[in-house]
């Protein structure tokens, strides 16, 4: 099992859940203290996005990718650039991209939705990652057609949907290869993920 955020969300979840058994059993309210520390969760969350979206998504991408760009409230992300680091605190991010050279990049929410639009999109040669995460709200991905792509989707609580299949319940995950991906010149790796909520990765239908 790789250590990373998700991992950790399911660690504390369980050890939340512990303690909040034991303070049925104990006269130290342990319950009362932890709510009242989620200002400080908050806070905590918020200084995360900040780090996160302060590393380079790719040593090879430096010289071109944006910098990290970090908001609040609902906002929509229109871009030509060849790669993307987009971090939102509170509301739903958007991001459409546009570019004919994408190399991928991360885009992130604490609560809300986080869609990526790569209708309008054209990878670059070689293969690239995209991470798109949120704690709390849905994880959307749209590709064009014909875009060779492979799916790690998971959560803790919800639902996740990518190619034919979908999980639910309680630590839903997938992973999916779209046919002749690794053929492909160019193809994108999606690394999904939400606590609460759900994941979904959609293709534009071919034409009737």
Known sequence: MRLTGRVWWGVLLIVLGILFILDE???????AVLLSLWPVAIVGAGVY?????RRPVDESALETAPLADIGIGR????TASSSIRV??????????VEARNFT???????MGIATADLTRAALAPGEHSLKVDTVMGSVIVRLPRGMAYTVTADGVMGTVRAGTTVRNGFFPSVHHVSEGYRDAPSRIHLD???VFGEVRVETEAEPS
């Open 104 to 110: 991928g990049g991360s885009l992130s929410t604490v």
């Open 25 to 31: 059993h104990s006269k130290f309210h342990i319950s």
């Open 75 to 78: 906002r929509v992300v229109e």
């Open 49 to 53: 996005l900040i780090m996160h979206a």
């Open 87 to 96: 971090a939102n605190v509170f509301g739903e991010v958007r991001s459409r």
């Open 192 to 194: 999904l993920s939400t």
